[in-house]
């Protein structure tokens, strides 16, 4: 049924809308994760005046740019995080389910992505100083590759990326921002490899960097440095 185009189309949408729902409980998940709070409960309230927010106040996207980024009740205003987490992850599920379709691979290029961007939000906002969230992302990453792949496939160029990835950051702590930018030429490196590696290592490769040294000795310089280097790759992976 899936190969009728008009239909096809219809759920490669409905992924897109799916990914925007999910981008938007991702958003509770890096925002509460910092305080140590449930995920789950209480619902969503607005962090400013408490009030709990309907329905109409958590459509994804729609909502805050309805609003104009501020508080329906009390006129705060609300973080662009917001809709940049939600249209980040609509994009990454949509494009998966394009060009996999409804198959494992989907699920497996939709997941890790995801898991990958909401772990370089938390490592950007420089909340989470503990190394959990990254190892619980990167035990879900080798999940994936064994279901993926018995056996994960290491070249020269992939065992320069992993090792010059570790030796960047060790002498990187505590230095300038311009140190730390090497770390960003780095990242574009691996995009030059990306059709002949598995999707599974730059990611994983943040995730262990991630849970080991942290984030509280780099400047914020270095941060969105670093940020803006994954979203580059995940968007490649996603759209490409």
Known sequence: MLEIPAVYNLFTLAFFVFGSLLGSFSNVVIFRMASGASVIFPPSACPK??????????????????????CRYCKAPIS????????????????????YGLTLGFIAMASALTIWFIG?????????????????????????????????AINETLMFFVIASFC?????????????????????????????????????????????????????????LFFTAQVLIIGYKAIV
């Open 168 to 224: 960047g950051l060790l002498a990187c702590r505590g230095r300038s921002s311009a140190v730390f930018g090497g770390w960003f030429a780095l990242s574009f490196m691996s995009m030059w490899a990306m059709k002949n590696m598995s999707f599974y290592i730059p990611g994983s490769v943040f995730l262990i960097l991630a849970a080991a040294f942290g984030t509280e000795k780099l400047s914020k310089t270095s941060r969105v």
């Open 49 to 70: 005046c408490n009030h709990r927010l309907s329905a109409t106040d958590l459509f994804p996207v729609i909502s805050w740019l309805f609003l104009m980024g501020r």
């Open 80 to 99: 662009c995080q917001y809709p940049l987490v939600e249209a980040a992850i609509s994009l990454i599920v949509g494009f998966s389910f394009y060009r």
């Open 120 to 152: 370089s939000v938390i490592f950007l906002r420089n909340e989470v100083n503990k190394p959990n969230p990254f190892i619980w992302a990167l035990a879900y990453y080798v999940l994936l590759v064994f279901t993926q792949s018995p056996v994960l």
